[in-house]
């Protein structure tokens, strides 16, 4: 399967996601599937992942079992519907421990995943500070 495409549209992949899945039910106008990229592309934003915090869906083991379901958007498959794979993937495998959904309520873990999302982008590797080389 190929990569997505930068230039390629939210339309197009929703399109393509439509033609795959043309048996499913609809919720609201959208497949499973399209409601489903859009929730796991939030879960990149360490501040909503602080606000799920707040709101103790942590704490309910059905929604826990969720998350572990929707890691197979790690799959490259499914991979090429993120917009931004890396801090979405790494942040949907920071949330199957448990640590983590505790330490996420903390302003300061925010604030470093904040900076580590930063790096990435920039190409800065979080643990030496260096530019990280991309072969």
Not at 7 to 15: F, I, K, L, R
Not at 39 to 59: E, I, M, R, S
Request: with cysteine.
């Amino acid at each position: 399967m190929d990569a997505w495409n930068p230039g390629e549209t939210m339309d197009t992949v929703t399109q393509d996601a439509r033609e795959s899945c043309r048996q499913e039910p609809l919720y609201g106008g959208f497949t499973r599937f399209e409601l489903e990229v859009e929730f796991v592309q939030c879960l990149g934003n360490p501040w909503y992942l602080n606000h799920l915090a707040t709101q103790k869906l942590f704490d309910n083991p059905a929604f826990v079992a969720y998350l572990s379901y929707l890691q197979y958007f790690s799959q490259p498959e499914y991979t090429k519907y993120l917009m931004y794979p890396g801090p979405t993937l790494k942040a949907l495998q920071l949330l199957q421990q448990e640590k983590f959904r505790q330490d996420i309520l903390s302003p300061e873990t925010v604030a470093r995943m904040i900076e580590a999302n930063l790096r990435a982008v920039a190409g800065v590797s979080t643990s030496t500070g260096n530019p990280s080389i991309h072969t």
